[in-house]
């Protein structure tokens, strides 16, 4: 019996395969462009153009660098690609994740490793990194729900905990089309990149 197709042919000409990926198939352009295209939110935010993954990508590392202004460059960069394997696997909202099972989980790990180490990380971020990370993402769910998704703030905290002002101050979702959030998504990692380089 024949096995079922487990790679994804991209803009860029290479082929992924889920079950193994490997960094050397991995291309920020595919991966700025496929996340500039999956909405946030099962699409259920306010405004003429969807939330994307990018556009939350992007606030979460800002939102990291705020809260952590003396991290490294490399782990700037780990904030903005901390949801980079959506790019073919789509965002799942909690819910959904949690009747999946574990199966979504491990094939997230296993895309996070090869987009690690294709772009000069480690292939597991360190557990003091992924918590501030995650701590950056809360943050940014919390703005997302009471911005752009009809959550109160009372909902957010309860959902989401509360947010320290000083991280949040100034920042305002604007929603914006997929190639304005590609472009930017593209430059804040060559951006980090170059930095990184030049460490």
Known sequence: MRQPRAWQRMLSGRRLDLLDPTPVDIEVA????????VARWNGQTLGDWPYSVAE??????????????????????????HDAPEYVIGDMI?????SVGPAYGE????????????????????QTVKKAIKAADKISAWLEATQIAGFTKAEADRLFGRVRMDVIEGLEIRLRPPVEVRADY??????????????
Do not use: C
């Open 107 to 126: 094939l997230d790990m296993r895309l996070a490793s090869a987009i690690h180490i294709r772009f000069g990380l480690p292939a597991t971020l360190p």
């Open 56 to 81: 939350h990508s992007l606030l979460v590392e800002e939102l990291y660098r705020r809260a952590n202004p003396a991290a490294p460059v490399k782990w700037q960069l780990a904030a903005l690609l």
């Open 94 to 98: 909690s819910p959904v994740k949690a």
């Open 186 to 199: 593209t430059a804040r990692h060559a951006a980090l990149m170059a930095a990184m380089d030049g460490a």
């Open 30 to 37: 595919d991966i700025a462009h496929g996340l500039a295209f």
